[in-house]
């Protein structure tokens, strides 16, 4: 199983990004996919997770109303759309696959990605 995450960069605060993760290896569609962040520091943090079918959602609260989570089964791909980000938005976003919904336990995902920098100037 392989989740490659990419998308990050450097960006000023108030700008965009979008993170895409390619899932290989595994049944994607079986799976409930997930982004987790971890700042310098800091532990692991939920950010965003999308049931199956994408039919539903949930989001941290600290990112609701900036980022939205997406997938297409067909291309086996999971986005992260960032929008407004903050400063405090930095850190490295990893994206993972749980086979049961339990959106933000990061013990439940069974694969994770090997992680993009996403960092925000002030």
């Known amino acids: 199983v392989q989740l490659q995450a990419s998308g990050g960069g450097l960006v000023q605060a108030g700008g965009s990004l979008r993170l895409s993760c390619a899932a290989s290896?595994?049944?994607?569609?079986?799976?409930?996919m997930g982004w987790f962040r971890q700042a310098p520091g800091k532990e692991r943090e939920f950010v965003a997770t999308?049931?199956?079918?994408?039919?539903?959602?949930y989001r941290a609260d600290s990112v609701k109303g900036r980022f939205t989570i997406s997938r297409d089964n067909a291309r086996n791909t999971v986005l992260l759309q960032m929008n407004s980000l903050k400063p405090e938005d930095t850190a490295v976003y990893y994206c993972a696959a749980a086979p049961t919904y339990s959106p933000s336990d990061s013990g439940r995902y069974s694969f994770w990605g090997q992680g993009t920098q996403v960092t925000v100037s002030s």
């Open positions: 999308i049931s199956r079918s994408g039919a539903n959602i």
């Open positions: 290896g595994l049944t994607f569609s079986s799976y409930h």
